[in-house]
């Protein structure tokens, strides 16, 4: 599907990123959006960018849970930000979180 993308998850709670073409993503997001398994899904941020983060992951997952205490703290305080739809902070918040997590994965899928 030529996704490529970061998934962070603490306790029931998780953010994902997706980086594709948008005929791969929309339906992909679609197919989640059905999933019974998931609630409360908001999709933060649409936007068409130069190049990918994770361009050589197909998908980095972090369990935030298993992270030293100061990095599952930031992880809680930007989903607080994350999900108050002020697109302002959460537009940073996105940001910060990418930069944050993307040093946290394997050499080869922050590429």
């Not at 130069?50 to 305080?77: C, I, Q, Y």
């Amino acid at each position: 599907m030529d996704v490529t993308g970061l998934l962070l998850f603490s306790g029931g709670n998780f953010l994902q990123v997706l980086e594709g073409p948008s005929p791969a993503i929309a339906p992909l997001v679609e197919r989640i959006a059905r999933d019974a398994r998931h609630t409360d899904l908001r999709v933060l941020r649409m936007a068409s960018l130069p190049k990918r983060t994770f361009s050589a992951w197909h998908m980095g997952v972090l369990n935030v849970s298993e992270l030293r205490p100061v990095d599952a703290a930031h992880f809680e305080m930007l989903t607080r930000i994350l999900f108050a739809k002020d697109p302002e902070h959460s537009d940073r918040a996105v940001r910060s979180l990418l930069r944050r997590f993307r040093a946290m994965l394997p050499a080869a899928a922050a590429a």
